[in-house]
Nanobody
Framework: QVQLIESGGGLVQAGDSLTLSCTAS????????MGWFRQAPGKEREGVAA????????IYADSLKGRFTISRDNARNMVFLKMTGLSPEDTAVYYC????????????????WGQGTQVTVSS
C-alpha cells in the first residue's frame, strides 16, 4: 500500500498564491504518475494536474493552464502543486493521487488517495 499525506491548504484571499505538498510513503516503488484532484461543495471530483514519473509530461485541466504548476521530487517521494491567481472558484478540497500506471486522467485511474486538504479562497 501507499499512503499520501497532503499539506499546505488554508484560507487565502483572491489573487493570492498557495503551494500544496504531498508526501508518499509505503510501497512508493509501485507509483508511477502522481497528481492532484479537487472537489468543490456539491460538485464532482475533478482532475487538476498530473505528472509522470520522469516529470517530463505534466498535464493540466484546460481551465487551469497557466495558473497551476505541478512538480515532483522523486528522491523525497513528494509532489507539489503551485497555485497562483487564486479565485473563490478554486475553493475546494484538494486531493493528492497516485497511480501504478502511466495514466492519471480521471478518478478511475487513481490507485491511492490522500485524505485531502481544504483550500478556501475569499473574495
Amino acid at each position: 500500500q501507499v499512503q499520501l499525506i497532503e499539506s499546505g491548504g488554508g484560507l487565502v484571499q483572491a489573487g493570492d498564491s498557495l503551494t500544496l505538498s504531498c508526501t508518499a510513503s509505503g510501497r512508493t516503488f509501485t507509483v508511477n504518475d502522481m497528481g492532484w484532484f479537487r472537489q468543490a461543495p456539491g460538485k464532482e471530483r475533478e482532475g487538476v494536474a498530473a505528472i509522470s514519473l520522469s516529470g517530463q509530461r505534466p498535464i493540466y485541466a484546460d481551465s487551469l493552464k497557466g495558473r497551476f504548476t505541478i512538480s515532483r521530487d522523486n528522491a523525497r517521494n513528494m509532489v507539489f502543486l503551485k497555485m497562483t491567481g487564486l479565485s473563490p472558484e478554486d475553493t475546494a478540497v484538494y486531493y493528492c493521487a497516485a497511480s501504478r500506471g502511466a495514466h492519471l486522467y480521471t478518478v478511475g485511474d487513481v490507485d491511492y488517495w490522500g485524505q485531502g486538504t481544504q483550500v478556501t479562497v475569499s473574495s
